[in-house]
C-alpha cells in the first residue's frame, strides 16, 4: 500500500476519531486497504468514505454490566442526583460516550429504572449514547443485545434482569427501557452543543484508543458537560481526569 495513502487514512483517523497509532489500528488499515484510495483529502465524519474507515478501524466489544462492580458504585451514588432531578422536574440524563453497540447504556438505562421504581416514582431518566460507528448505532438503536464478550447475561444483577430479559430468558429490552434511549452520531472531539449536560457520564474502553492530546480534548470536554455533583466513570486503566473531579473508587470521579 502506498505510504502517503495510509499516511493520510492515519492522519484523518487522528483527526477525526483521536485514534493513536496501534498494532491493533495497523491490522485494520491493512484489512481496509480497499476503501484507501477513495478517501477525500479533507477528513469529515459525515464523507461516506471517512464513515466506512472509522467503521472498519474501531474497535466495538462491549458487554451488558461491563466492569459490575463500577456500576454498582455509580448505582450506590445516584439516589440523591435522580431525586435532585425529580425534584427539578427534569430527566436524570446519563451518557455512554463511545457505545458501541449499546450495550453500556441499556445498561445505565436498567440502573435508573430500578431506582426509579424503587425510591423514586415520577422521577425520569434519559440515556444517551454516542459513538461513531454506524453499524454500531444501528444495533444500538434497534435494541439488539449482542454475544460480544462472551455470554450477554453473565453479569447482569438479579434485580435488573427483568429489563434486560424476556419471559423466556432470553436476552431483550424491556418497552420501557427502549423508550429511556437515544443515540446519536457524533466524536467525542467534536460533541454538539444541543447535546447538553448530563448527570453520570461513562467513558469506557474508549480513551485507551486515542493519543494523549485527544484524551486531555475529550476528558476536558466530557468534565464540561458534567451537572454539579456528576459522576464521569473511566476505563480501569485510564489516567484520573484532575481538575475539581474527585476519585470515589472503581475509577469514578465525582463533581464538586
Ligand atoms: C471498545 S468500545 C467500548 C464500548 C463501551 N464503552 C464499553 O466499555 O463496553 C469503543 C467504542 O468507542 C467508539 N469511539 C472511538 N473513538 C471515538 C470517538 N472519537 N468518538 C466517539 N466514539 C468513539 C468506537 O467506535 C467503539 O464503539
Do not use: K
Amino acid at each position: 500500500m502506498a505510504g502517503s495513502t495510509l499516511d493520510r487514512a492515519r492522519e484523518g483517523l487522528r483527526a477525526l476519531a483521536g485514534l493513536a497509532p496501534s498494532p491493533v489500528l495497523e491490522a485494520r488499515l491493512q484489512r481496509a486497504a480497499g476503501l484507501l484510495p477513495a478517501l477525500p483529502s479533507e477528513p469529515r465524519l459525515e464523507d461516506a468514505h471517512w464513515a466506512a474507515l472509522l467503521d472498519a478501524t474501531t474497535v466495538q466489544e462491549t458487554q451488558l454490566f461491563r466492569s459490575p462492580a463500577q456500576l454498582a458504585l455509580i448505582e450506590a451514588r445516584l439516589p440523591p442526583l435522580l431525586l435532585q432531578a425529580r425534584d427539578a422536574e427534569r430527566p436524570l440524563r446519563l451518557l455512554s460516550a463511545g457505545c458501541s453497540t449499546g450495550e453500556e447504556a441499556f445498561s445505565l438505562a436498567a440502573i435508573g429504572l430500578h431506582l426509579v421504581h424503587s425510591l423514586a416514582p415520577g422521577a425520569r431518566i434519559e440515556v444517551v449514547g454516542v459513538d461513531v460507528s454506524r453499524p454500531a448505532l444501528h444495533s444500538a438503536a434497534q435494541g439488539v443485545i449482542g454475544p460480544h464478550l462472551g455470554a450477554p447475561l453473565a453479569s447482569v444483577p438479579a434485580h435488573h434482569r427483568p429489563w434486560l430479559v424476556d419471559a423466556g430468558g432470553q436476552p431483550r429490552l424491556h418497552p420501557s427501557l427502549r423508550a429511556t434511549l437515544r443515540f446519536e452520531r457524533a466524536s467525542l472531539l467534536d460533541l454538539p452543543q444541543g447535546l447538553g449536560g448530563f448527570d453520570v457520564i461513562l467513558c469506557r474502553n474508549v480513551l485507551i484508543y486515542m493519543d494523549d492530546q485527544a484524551r486531555r480534548q475529550v476528558l476536558t470536554e466530557l468534565a464540561d458537560r458534567l451537572r454539579p455533583g456528576g459522576m464521569l466513570a473511566l476505563g480501569a486503566t485510564d489516567a484520573a481526569p484532575g481538575g475539581t473531579l474527585r476519585p470515589a473508587g472503581h475509577a469514578v470521579y465525582a463533581h464538586g
